[in-house]
Structure formats: structure tokens, C-alpha cells
């Protein structure tokens, strides 16, 4: 969660404040003035709709999403000539994002917390709670629900005697279905499988799957046009989708001891490439798509751990795909506006953008692969 939150403020925070800058620039107020009461902004905002509904990522998301469009819409007249001058005089988002990088990723690397990847669950543990008791007298349904601050769970019920397991995923904060403590259990309908795992594959990737997030820039630092980067990540998503189906139908099963690694190892791989060489090289669509396939098994474990109902099968296994596209698509575009659009096509860009960030990540992706290697 450090680093998502890393990329929530670089990504989301400042951008209001910088256009705000671009609509105000010339009227004399300062671009830290602007940062400011953006941040101040968006932070106002998010607290009120937590206060009113809970915390949502979505929710959140979609909010910071209409107040960056308004904010770019309202500067849109404005936004050509600044973009002109913040090229030639500070490129503030680059050294802001860095900035911020270090402010949280250092105290994470030397008190060693817990990041949240496919190895550590949902959020930064996960947990398997076994509660027992007694069924009260006159009890005919049962119904789950769990304090939002411990994240999402998943929870499964079985008969007694019986071999199939019901399992369903369960949102933070939210209650489950109800379900009757004897006679047949009726699934949910399609569209609310969809829906539901839909949602569970883009917060897969955003926020929660960092080590996924990483390997998605580093495909997009290395490519400053747009065209080559969908095609790397149509192969990727091509890639796991066809793992992530072969698992969930148990043709292949490997060991997240054996995955987990390798996929840190893709993450290295990705990024000492942007380290070593400034040209997008034909053969790396073919790279990206077997990485693709390490990483369908890392999303496996996910579905594995919340399984997918019998009679939906298929509907979850699509929904959840759409989802984790959706989820890289978006890092993708917040990536695009934070840098890409802005600097991709100058001559600083490979020395204070691509290596920078290629280095840090690859430094993330090195440390994550020996301490899931020694785990």
C-alpha cells in the first residue's frame, strides 16, 4: 500500500493543482500555491465522501477522475501554452513523483513492511479465520459481515456431508448474500457475478497489485509511443488469460513458490532492459508475452483463494480478465498523463525519467525476489 499510494498522490494529487496553475499562471498565483489548494481539494473531497459512504476505491477514484476532467477542462483554453513553459522551465511532476518515491519507499525498505503483493493476500496479511459455535434456535439464514478497516474476504460454506464448497468474495465493509441454513443455495445471477468480478480483477491490479503495476511501466517507459506499448500489453494480457484459464480448469497447477519469484524476476528483466538500451526491440512482444504467462498463475492464486461459482464459471473467469485489463489500461493512462504527454518526446526525458524510474524498479523488483525466494 506505500507505493500505491505513492502513485494516488503522484498521479492524482498534483494534477489538479497543475492545472490550476495553467488556468491561473498568468494572473500571478505561484504553481506551489496551486499545488496546494488542489491537494487541499482533492483531499476535501475524498474525506467527504468517506464520511458519507465508507471508504471506496472506486468510489474515490471515480470522484478524483471528474475533478481532474473538470480541472483540465476548465484549463483547456490555457493548457498548450503552459505545457510549452513547463517544458523549458520545470519539469515539477518527474522530481515530484521521485520525491514522494523516496519519501515512502525508503522507511518501507529499512523497517522491512510488508508490501501488497500476490504473496501477501489482499492487503498486507492474509488471513484465515476459523470462528465456531452453536446455531442459534429458530435460525434459518446466515449472513456474514466484517469490519472494513480488515479489507475483503472470502467466504466459503459446505453442508454437512456434502463435498461442494460455496464460496463468495466479500468487500470490505459490505455484508454477503444471505443464505438459507438448509434446502439448496441459489447462486447469484450473471450480472452480479460479473459485476463482482469485474471489480476484483481491476482492484487486482489498481491499487493493490503493485508488483503488477511495476512490470506495466516498465513496459510503458521504454515505449514513448503509444502504439508499440498496447500491443506489449495486449500480448501480456493475451498471455495470462491463457494461464489463468489452463489453472482455474486445473490442467497446469505451480507452485506460488516457484511464481512468485519469477514474476519478481519479469519485473528485474523489464526494467534492466529500459536500463540498457534506449530502442524498443522487435523480440520484446515475445518477452512480454512469456511473462504474460508467469503472471496468469500469480492472478490464479487469486481466484484459487476466492474460487468462482460453479455455474458462472466462465462469466467470472472473463469478468475477472476485463477487470485486470481494465486495471493495467488505467496505469497505462495515468502514467501517459503524469510524464508521457508532457515529456516523452524530449531529449532529457530517456536521462530524468527512464532511468530513474527503470532503476527504482528495478531495485523493488531485486529485493522482492529475494525475499520471496528465502521466504
Known sequence: MLFTLLLLTGLFYFLPGLLLHARLRHRG???????????????????????????????????????????????????????????????????????????????AFVINLPFDTDAQGFGFLALTVRLSGSIPPGARTLRWTYAPEYGGSVLRLRRAGASEVIAAWVREGEASATYPLAGDVAGATRSAVFGQYLVLG?????PKG??????????????????????????????????????????????????????????????????????????????????????????????????????????????????VEGGQLAVIALAFLTVGYWFRHESWYRARVVLPLSALIALTGAYWMVERLWA
Open 29 to 107: 498565483l505561484t504553481l506551489p500555491v496551486c499545488l496546494g489548494l488542489g491537494l487541499a481539494g482533492l483531499i476535501v473531497i475524498d474525506v467527504w465522501l468517506a464520511s458519507l459512504v465508507g471508504y471506496r476505491f472506486i468510489l474515490q477514484l471515480a470522484a478524483n477522475l471528474l475533478v481532474v476532467g473538470g480541472a483540465g477542462w476548465w484549463a483547456r483554453g490555457q493548457l498548450r501554452d503552459w505545457l510549452a513553459w513547463a517544458r523549458t522551465q520545470w519539469p515539477w511532476p518527474v522530481l515530484g513523483w521521485l520525491a514522494v518515491a523516496a519519501i515512502f519507499l525508503v522507511p
Open 202 to 206: 481491476f482492484t487486482h491490479i489498481l
Open 210 to 323: 503493485l508488483d503488477h503495476m511495476l512490470f506495466v511501466l516498465g513496459l510503458f517507459l521504454l515505449s514513448t509511443r503509444l502504439s508499440p506499448l498496447l500491443w506489449q500489453v495486449t500480448a501480456f494480457t493475451l498471455a495470462h488469460s491463457i494461464t489463468l484459464a489452463l489453472s482455474m480448469y486445473g490442467v497446469i497447477e505451480l507452485s506460488p513458490a516457484i511464481v512468485e519469484p519469477l514474476i519478481a524476476a519479469s519485473i528485474v528483466a523489464v526494467a534492466v532492459e529500459n536500463l540498457l538500451t534506449a530502442r524498443l526491440h522487435a523480440w520484446r512482444i515475445f518477452v512480454v508475452f512469456g511473462f504474460g504467462l508467469l503472471h496468469g498463475l500469480g492472478f490464479a492464486g487469486v481466484l484459487t483463494e476466492i474460487g468462482l461459482p460453479r455455474d458462472e464459471f466462465v462469466t467470472g473467469l472473463i469478468a475477472f480478465n476485463v477487470g
